[in-house]
């Protein structure tokens, strides 16, 4: 690769953001483009937790908890990224699932600790029901996702970026064997290494190089109070939501949605559910909801690398895109101009859900 390569990245969401404001760091010239607005659009519907927490086996775990450290480093190089590290009560997993988390995870040095229910009404005392025990997880934090996005975005702008807003890419250019380039719609852009980060899109991007990606897309449901006063000092994860508030006091949550479902309605009937959940619920006023999709590589876990027989072309894919951006966003820089790649990635290759 030429000793400054220049670097197309597709997508502008808090992945494709992170990779570029990393790329350009360390040398590269970039351009980012995207359809939309920078800022994403999984991104922009994310309830935007950073964490290392359940459900998954230790090497995903590994990940997250450097994954977190880089939000950490993140927060000390950009003026303007700031994570609210308020800890988390989690209680959404039956009780036997919870307790077996807390031991597995206290095994693999998760700050983690029980807590009965006087304890959650000393740290919560505005929840109506606290739940008999649940787990606080002190080192876990959220960030306001789109502010995170731009901030990135203006930081990698400021280093010499090139950002090109509502500039949709119709295909990938291809010359024997080797991705050269995009066709957009403000006409082509050639680069040395292309970055497929778009989120739900990847596929259609990567499709237009020969290449099949097993993705879908999981829908939820993000809902937004008006501003109020202090309810909330963490995360709140319990069985029917995910609940925490900002800065400016708006109460953000988050819940599953099927698809087909009555927007309007289950929005509605979130916030009554949220309502119930908070001592001065009835004084919360809804301000928006929106249906977001989260891309969802074929297995759950993050697809991020090269494909074998194609050259000039780096695909990050993800769920969990908040928590992993950073990491992700240092990880793919480095692999990308150096060959590098870190043995955290190892599992997450793109090799396993390419389809023949």
């Not at 790329?23 to 010239?29: E, Q």
């Not at 702008?157 to 957009?184: D, F, K, W, Y």
């Not at 719609?185 to 020969?210: M, Q």
């Not at 991020?304 to 793919?332: E, Q």
Request: some cysteine; overall charge negative.
């Amino acid at each position: 690769m030429v000793d400054r390569p220049h670097v197309l990245t597709i997508g502008a969401g808090i992945t494709g953001a992170s990779i570029a404001w990393h790329l350009v760091r360390a040398g590269a010239r970039v351009t980012v483009t995207d359809a939309d607005e920078p800022g994403g659009i999984a991104t922009r519907a994310s309830w935007a937790w950073i964490n290392a927490s359940w459900g998954n086996p230790e090497p995903y775990f590994r990940l997250r908890v450097r994954a977190m450290d880089e939000w950490h480093q993140l927060e000390q190089a950009i003026p303007g990224i700031r994570v609210a590290w308020v800890g988390g009560l989690l209680w959404e997993l039956p009780p036997e699932q919870l307790g077996a988390f807390a031991v597995e995870h206290a095994a693999w040095g998760y700050e983690l600790r029980r807590v009965t229910r006087a304890d959650i009404q000393r740290l919560e005392p505005h929840l109506t029901a606290p739940p008999e025990f649940a787990l606080h997880a002190p080192a876990e934090g959220s960030v306001e996702p789109l502010a995170a996005a731009h901030a990135l975005l203006g930081a990698a702008q400021g280093l010499g970026t090139t950002i090109i807003p509502h500039n949709a890419v119709r295909s990938l250019s291809v010359s024997s064997g080797r991705v050269t380039g995009a066709e957009t719609a403000s006409g082509r852009l050639d680069a040395d290494e292309v970055v497929a980060a778009a989120g739900v899109a990847t596929a259609g991007v990567v499709a237009t190089a020969g290449l099949t990606l097993s993705m879908s897309s999981s829908p939820a449901l993000l809902a937004t109070t008006q501003p109020h006063t202090k309810c909330l000092n963490g995360l709140v994860m319990s069985p029917e939501m995910q609940l925490r508030q900002t800065a400016e006091g708006r109460l953000v949550v988050a819940a599953n949605f099927e698809d087909g479902a009555d927007g309007p309605a289950a929005a509605a009937a979130l916030f009554d559910t949220m309502r119930g959940m908070i001592d001065s619920g009835a004084f919360l006023s809804p301000d928006q909801y929106v249906i977001g999709r989260r891309p969802m590589p074929g297995d759950g876990f993050p697809a991020v690398g090269r494909a074998d027989g194609i050259d000039g072309l780096y695909v990050a894919v993800m769920h969990s895109g908040i928590t992993l951006a950073p990491a992700i966003g240092r990880f793919a820089a480095d692999e990308i101009l150096t060959g590098r790649r870190d043995s955290l990635l190892a599992p997450y290759g793109l090799r396993r859900i390419l389809r023949d």
